[in-house]
């Protein structure tokens, strides 16, 4: 077993003696240090949150598992700094609902993880405090905004994650990195305690290292939570109509895939069809509108929100400033990032009076036109089946994928996020020595027939883990 291997032993009953959780604590953040997955380790202090809030932790297949946290979501007594300079130094007080529940089944949080400032990118280079590496290939991103949080379980630190999902955030790392990555159904899982970005699309999602554990995440956070009105009776998520054989659409137009993005949407195609499942050819009319209408809306949305970081509550403060407009302007100026900023500047702009009509409005039109034809595509097929991204994890400032052309490439992500269905990105094998990964969308309220499906074509295998990863067993 090497050094590394010795974290598998802390994968049970990581609550236990001071000892353990030190020893955890000194491994994770040596390989950690390779990748910078993490902005805060701290497993003691996790233990201690654990252990105050734990109700059935002997009862839960959770019980004892360190899990890591993307930190936009709030952890008490951990910091929630939202990637920005903005909340530099800042507390969490309080639990957000989805960690209160895992805590209650025995979970324990060892960190929180990196991500893309206040979830905008798809690199998490936009991160003001580090750069995380893929696991695979230390060149390359891991994806975004859950960067962090994919990082963390592909590499073996912990075996599942958080992460928020506006706009393929949980499913396009997953997809880099090899991981599952889940984006549940719109108000399934409460928000409370994530820091709003885009309120209407966003939602508090899972990565981890196969199908079984995401779903047992899942089955712990869902539900209705009295803090979010926008959440709904989790009950409904266990109610499967669909039979096997499933209908399963494929996309009659994948123009612009890479060769080994295409290659694997074709095997993954073929790989259900001799399952004996059905495919069906389809057309998404609106897919050409899904990537403005979903900026237009997603920037309107975050410009609202992010009015409340003024220094004057919480958070950076620009110090020595007489007048209360300088200091709110110097403090915004000197706190948010550029990507941040031109997000804001541009939903300003398509909410400014005279222009609603022609962005804003327009753009929530589209969406009923977007969501109109998801639900009838789902009159005649369970499942959609689709690719992440047009490519794999693709190398630190990459001139071919700059950030307007990331923004492009959300095009088979975003649709998810503007229709509220749920969405599963399962990893499909290696091509050039990285993962591939595709996504399967489901009705809204339909998680468990995603699970039954990818747990199918995965073979109920986990993840192969990225090379070097420290909770390999020996020999492998």
Known sequence: MNEFGQATLFWRGLTGSVEQLQKYNKLIKKYDAEISAFLEINPELGAEISKKNTESYAASPLSGLPFGVKDNIAVEKFPLTCGSKILDSFISPYNATAVARLLSAGALPVGKVNLDEFGMGSSTENSAYKTTANPWDKSRVPGGSSGGSAAAVAAGLVPFALGSDTGGSVRQPAAFCGTYGLKPTYGSVSRYGLAAYASSLECVGVLADSVE???????????????????SNGSVNFTDTAKQPYTIGVLSNTEGLDPAVAETYRETSEKIESLGWKIREISLNTQEYVVPAYYTIATAEASANLA?????????????????????????????GDEVKLRILLGTYVLRSGFQDQYYIRAQKIRTLIRNEINKIFTDVDMILMPVFPTQAFSFGSKEMTPFQQKLADKYTVTANLTGIPSLSFPTGLK?????????????????????????????????????????????
């Open 213 to 231: 554990m995401t779903k047992n995440v899942f089955n712990v956070i869902n539900g209705k939570d009295p803090m979010d009105q926008t959440s």
């Open 308 to 336: 409340r970081y003024t220094g004057i509550r919480y958070g950076m403060r620009e110090k020595d400033i007489t007048d209360h407009e300088s200091m709110v302007r110097l403090t915004r100026e000197n706190g948010f």
């Open 432 to 476: 050039n020595n990285l993962p591939v990964g595709m996504q399967l969308m489901a009705p809204a309220f339909s998680e468990n027939r995603l699970f039954k499906a990818a747990e199918i074509l995965s073979e109920g295998k986990q993840i192969q883990l990225a090379p070097g990863a420290m909770c390999k067993e020996e020999g492998e």
